[in-house]
């Protein structure tokens, strides 16, 4: 170049002044080094944090930093300011440390909060009555990845469900209400965490997802409710898990459309999901969502194995940039849309979408050469980041547990046990087995969804995140999101089939 070096600097200087800039720091990270960038982190470096990872210098912190100031980037600030002492190891709230400087995952304290609701709750959750088997779910399945024993949970647990189970088929969130996908969806998965399938009406609940499949392929979630991949979801799941016969009913309305199995255009649907931003929404023209995406693949890996079905009907390449984007900086974690805040549900929404595309992306080359496909080697998301944002921002201190959206927020059940498949998501490694048969020949089952092996985290993983063992969750299932144990026990309960449910079938 022509230019001098100190009048290309002049000319930076010119352009980027008073912006946020990357500038080298020396190796002593030198606080007085950085001016002019107003970003929230900054006082931080005062008190002279050293060994942090790259996403936590400063520098790097500065290329994600906003400077034109919006209502959203105001937020984004706030937000970032509230984490980075804690990201940092400057607050960790009186949560004892590993040996790598990171909290440990207080399992006792989680477990106990996730227990307490299962006991009985104050008044104010009369306004969560819809959403009852979603408190079961989430609360029997957290506690499963924390590997607590929630066997004691199955009788009552089907005493409370057996009246949302309606007379048509499937399940209503409370005593009376409409049967829905999503809460049929939660209470299948809580049943099969405590072992309590057998309270479930299967050819009921075959006539009524026949009522809700459309003639487009995709699913409504409720009688005359909106048609969304989340339907698509929850309906393939309880077809799969408790295997239904994949023919239509013959009383359902969709076959005078010409369709004969829920199967029919259900892959084609999805791919009209996909956005001009490459992400996914819950209907074609709707806004991309990264629960959507996952809604969408997991769906996929039930159709097929993840390297056929996921390139079949999604361009790949679009939505993992798409999703990319939405692990967040400084934080770490995930953001459901483009532009909003992190929070620690879309640990496992965004975070459970890697291990499904990870499979599909390595897919048909790792599969010639061992017959399965690991996510092991794949470097598409940053693990690391998600498990420090986990264990350093979302658990509430003190003696009652839970995790949380971020600090400032309260620990719930919902945000607990999707922190903690978050978790399994980053900690442990996911694989599919190629060479498994995909449909089940006698009863016509599709089988890929039950094709997918965990590996707990090495020595080596757990060190390249700072965990140790106790900080490890369980393994949690891709496709289902319960453990692998209470899969297993669904496909071995219902290999024969048809109906009526014979007892002890094994
Ligand atoms: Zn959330």
Redesign the pocket.
Known sequence: MAITDSAADDTLDELLRNKARIIELPDDNNEDEVTGVPFPGNHLRKNGIHHLPQWLQQTTIGLFHDDYNTVSSEALDKTAAECLPHLTGQDNQGIPLNRHGLPHLQRKQHASFLHTPLKGLPAPYAAMDASRPWLFYWCTAGLSFLREDVSMYRERLMETVRPLQNKIGGFGGGHGQLSHCACTYATLLALATVGGLDVIDREAMWHWLGTVKQADGGFRMAIGAEEDIRGAYCAMTAITLLNLPLELPPDSPTREAGLTHFTDRLGEWISTCQSYEGGISSAPNHEVHGAYAFCALACLCILGPPHITIPKYLDVDRLIRCLTTLQTNPEGGFA?RTNKLV????SHWVGGCWALLEAAVVGPHEAKQNGSVSSAESRLWNREALVRYLLTCCQQPGPKGGMR?KPS?RPDG??TC?SLSGLSAAQNQYTYNTTASTTDRETGRLLSAFNWKGERASEGDMKGLSVERNDVVELVHPVFVIRFEAVEEARRKFARGGFPVVEGTD
């Open positions: 459901g929070d620690a549900c879309y959206d927020a919902y945000h999707y």
